[in-house]
């Protein structure tokens, strides 16, 4: 399984930037997917989770209300819209691929949880 993230840029603050995440390589539809973003010098954190579909989310408390992740399973794409940009956002984006799951199961929070890594997409918020 590969994954391409792409979508990322500078901006000024405010602003909005959507990172989109294209699988390949292998059917996902039956595994939680997230975006984690990791700033220089800081640990890889999550920012979104989702289950098999959009009804299943999880959101950082830092983005709640600004992000949303959405998933098209037929297009095997996942994305992030991020909306109200801050300075704090400024770091490179992953995508990733977690276990298999059912509809209703918990979502994995934890990065040991994901599998498969797409390879960044850097994201620069000014001020």
């Known amino acids: 399984v590969q994954l391409q993230a792409s979508g990322g840029g500078l901006v000024q603050a405010g602003t909005f930037l959507s990172l989109s995440c294209v699988v390949s390589g292998g059917n996902v539809n039956r595994n939680g997917m997230g975006w984690f973003r990791q700033a220089p010098g800081k640990e890889r954190d999550l920012v979104a989770a989702?289950?098999?579909?959009?009804?299943?989310?999880y959101y950082a408390e830092s983005v709640k209300g600004r992000f949303t992740a959405t998933r098209d399973n037929d297009k095997r794409t996942l994305i992030l819209q991020m909306n109200s940009l801050k300075p704090e956002d400024t770091a490179v984006y992953y995508c990733a691929v977690g276990p298999q799951m059912i509809l209703t199961a918990p979502l994995s929070l934890n990065a040991s949880d994901y599998k498969y890594w797409g390879q960044g997409t850097q994201v620069t918020v000014s001020s």
């Open positions: 989702i289950g098999r579909n959009d009804r299943n989310t």
